[in-house]
């Protein structure tokens, strides 16, 4: 009688021993490049009939600066999705900043700053009146570069010194000459010459050049030359810690913003299945059409940490094969169909020094638009909706605890 017992207490320690190993299992699973849970949490609704793509939210202010794709206006948004107002300010008139609009950030509770792509910065405020111009400091107009839902500055508040200061702190790839400071001549030399990361005083109207290429970033340390390979910059509006992030290689910079000048706390080392393990060296004689390298096109301060995002592209292999059919193969119906397979979205994040996780995949549809200070990621999906409508929504996406 006693058999059954021990049959029944042999099979409990055998369930709970596959518990314990699956259990050991999914912790051995954690870690750099374990992909990330994610949770949609709620999403932001905005009854307008023209896509939207969002700049800028702070909670703080309660506000969020969005952007219609098609006409570049900016509207100002509450936390309901209530249109507050839609600035008018792509003209040429006392409060207009030109027709090349190209992106819109918050500044204070006061004030917000608009891009132009061609002339530099203006402040306004909330009724839409400018109250100041920041020239762009260039040496020349030798490259421009839009993005579909990334802004290339942030206006910041600093207290320093007992006094609150105002930047914009950005990327301009047109700071230098690039005649004189030529990428194809100088080869490796170029890193420790060429300036594109800017700090702007607002009250003082004055910019200066800050750190762009660290002198441990591994390119720049062992005289390789892998492209121009200009960083991209974030910061954390609430801690004044500042990320640098070259587009080639594998190596984020965090830096302590607090003081006049950035220190470097943390160089982290990123990892992804998909990434080489080592900037690839430029041919200089190779043809430029072929190269498959994943370039890193996006940076975000994402909660306490980053969010690091690039795309595969399209094998160098098949892009020869399909150039072998027409010159302009872009055009080709091949080529977009290469492009859907090959050219997908990955992000690395980090935080506290250190790479937690990867995105592989979002639980919605759609495209990664913002991330904020306090934690939540915005999924767009109003360019090429799941599901056409006619509204807005941005899905509030937080990663699990």
Same mark, same amino acid.
């Given at each position: 009688?006693?058999?059954?017992?021990?049959?029944?207490?042999?099979? =409990?320690?055998?369930?709970?021993?596959?518990?314990?190993?699956?259990?050991?299992?999914?912790? %051995?699973?954690?870690?750099?490049?374990?992909? =990330?849970?994610?949770?949609?949490?709620?999403?932001?609704?905005?009854?307008?009939?023209?896509? =939207? *793509?969002?700049?800028?939210?702070?909670?703080?202010?309660?506000?969020?600066?969005?952007?219609?794709?098609?006409?570049? !206006?900016?509207?100002?948004?509450?936390?309901?999705?209530?249109?507050?107002?839609?600035?008018?300010?792509?003209?040429?008139?006392?409060?207009? $900043?030109?027709?090349?609009?190209?992106?819109?950030? &918050? =500044?204070?509770?006061?004030?917000?700053?608009?891009?132009?792509?061609?002339?530099?910065? /203006? $402040?306004?405020?909330?009724?839409? %009146?400018?109250?100041?111009?920041?020239?762009?400091?260039?040496?020349?107009?030798?490259?421009?570069?839009?993005?579909?839902?990334?802004?290339?500055?942030?206006?910041?508040?600093?207290? +320093?010194?007992? !006094?609150?200061?105002?930047?914009?702190?950005?990327?301009?790839?047109?700071?230098?000459?690039? %005649?004189? $400071?030529?990428?194809?001549?100088?080869?490796?030399?170029?890193?420790?010459?060429?300036?594109?990361?800017?700090?702007?005083?607002?009250?003082?109207?004055?910019?200066?050049?800050?750190?762009?290429?660290?002198?441990?970033?591994?390119?720049?340390?062992?005289?390789?030359?892998?492209?121009?390979?200009?960083?991209?910059?974030?910061?954390?509006?609430?801690?004044?810690?500042?990320?640098?992030?070259?587009?080639?290689?594998?190596?984020?910079?965090?830096?302590?913003?607090?003081?006049?000048?950035?220190? &470097?706390?943390?160089?982290?080392?990123?990892? /992804?299945?998909?990434?080489?393990?080592?900037?690839?060296?430029?041919?200089?004689?190779?043809?430029?059409?072929?190269?498959?390298?994943?370039?890193?096109?996006? &940076?975000? *301060? +994402?909660?306490?940490?980053?969010?690091?995002?690039?795309?595969?592209?399209?094998?160098?292999?098949?892009?020869?094969?399909?150039?072998?059919?027409? @010159?302009?193969?872009?055009?080709?119906?091949?080529?977009?169909?290469?492009?859907?397979?090959?050219?997908?979205?990955?992000?690395?994040?980090?935080?506290?020094?250190?790479? $937690?996780?990867?995105?592989? %995949?979002?639980?919605? /549809?759609? *495209?990664?638009? +913002?991330?904020?200070?306090?934690?939540?990621?915005?999924?767009?999906?109003?360019?090429?909706?799941?599901?056409?409508?006619?509204?807005? *929504?941005?899905?509030?996406?937080?990663?699990? @605890?």
């Amino acid at each position: 009688m006693k058999f059954p017992h021990i049959q029944y207490s042999y099979a =409990l320690t055998l369930v709970l021993g596959l518990f314990a190993c699956n259990t050991s299992e999914k912790k %051995k699973e954690q870690g750099p490049t374990s992909p =990330l849970e994610l949770e949609v949490v709620d999403s932001l609704v905005v009854d307008e009939l023209e896509p =939207l *793509v969002m700049d800028d939210h702070m909670a703080s202010l309660g506000y969020y600066l969005l952007r219609n794709t098609k006409s570049r !206006q900016p509207l100002l948004v509450d936390e309901k999705g209530t249109v507050i107002k839609e600035f008018d300010i792509l003209h040429d008139g006392p409060d207009g $900043i030109g027709s090349f609009g190209t992106g819109y950030r &918050l =500044l204070d509770d006061s004030r917000w700053v608009a891009q132009n792509l061609m002339t530099g910065y /203006h $402040i306004f405020d909330y009724q839409g %009146k400018k109250i100041k111009e920041l020239p762009a400091e260039r040496a020349g107009l030798f490259s421009i570069s839009i993005y579909s839902n990334r802004t290339t500055f942030t206006p910041y508040v600093k207290k +320093f010194g007992g !006094q609150t200061e105002n930047y914009i702190i950005g990327e301009e790839p047109n700071a230098f000459d690039h %005649k004189e $400071i030529s990428a194809e001549e100088l080869g490796p030399k170029f890193y420790s010459l060429a300036e594109t990361i800017f700090n702007y005083d607002i009250e003082k109207e004055k910019q200066e050049m800050i750190t762009t290429f660290p002198e441990v970033w591994e390119p720049r340390a062992n005289e390789r030359f892998v492209g121009q390979a200009f960083p991209l910059v974030a910061i954390n509006r609430k801690t004044m810690e500042m990320a640098l992030l070259p587009t080639v290689g594998n190596q984020l910079f965090i830096y302590d913003y607090m003081g006049e000048a950035p220190i &470097l706390i943390d160089t982290v080392r990123l990892t /992804h299945r998909h990434r080489p393990d080592e900037a690839r060296e430029v041919d200089l004689n190779a043809e430029r059409w072929s190269d498959d390298y994943p370039l890193f096109t996006d &940076l975000r *301060v +994402f909660g306490d940490g980053y969010l690091v995002g690039f795309y595969t592209r399209i094998p160098s292999d098949v892009i020869k094969e399909l150039r072998a059919k027409s @010159e302009e193969y872009y055009k080709l119906p091949e080529f977009q169909e290469a492009n859907d397979q090959y050219a997908k979205p990955y992000y690395i994040y980090v935080k506290d020094g250190e790479q $937690i996780g990867v995105i592989d %995949k979002l639980p919605v /549809h759609g *495209v990664v638009d +913002f991330a904020d200070e306090d934690g939540v990621l915005f999924v767009n999906d109003n360019g090429d909706p799941e599901i056409e409508r006619d509204y807005n *929504v941005f899905y509030k996406i937080r990663i699990k @605890e």
